[in-house]
């Protein structure tokens, strides 16, 4: 499976974004696999930030995006978004999206796939 994130830019606190992860390589990729956006801020560490299992049916957020942070996916597109909103300058970081064989949502690094990463900036 290749992972390709897209949709990163610069974006003023209180405004919205979109990131994309397109994937290629497995014909049904959703439907097999846990997806997981995930960030690093400079200096920190990589973190988990939403999740969808969609043999499961099921959607976890970090804390800190939760309300804010909208997983979801096109399935014609085999493309999975994360809508950002209310966007904070403490959001500031690389996102990047990975996918997993196990059905249940992992929310630590061990994903069997990644993307390359796409960088949002949040100015206050």
């Known amino acids: 499976v290749q992972l390709q994130a897209s949709g990163g830019g610069l974006v003023q606190a209180g405004g919205s974004a979109r990131l994309s992860c397109a994937a290629s390589?497995?014909?049904?990729?959703?439907?097999?696999?846990?997806m997981g956006w995930f960030r690093q801020a400079p200096g920190k560490e990589r973190e988990f930030v939403a999740g969808r299992s969609w043999p499961k049916g099921e959607t976890r957020y970090a804390s800190s995006v939760k309300g804010r942070f909208t997983i979801s996916n096109d399935v014609s597109k085999n493309t999975v978004y994360l809508q950002m909103n209310s966007l904070k300058p403490e959001d500031t970081a690389v996102y990047y999206c990975?996918?997993?064989?196990?059905?249940?949502?992992?929310?630590?690094?061990?994903?069997?796939?990644w993307g390359q990463g796409t960088e949002v900036t949040v100015s206050s």
């Open positions: 990975a996918a997993d064989a196990r059905i249940a949502i992992v929310t630590t690094l061990n994903y069997d796939y």
């Open positions: 390589g497995s014909g049904r990729t959703f439907s097999r696999y846990t």
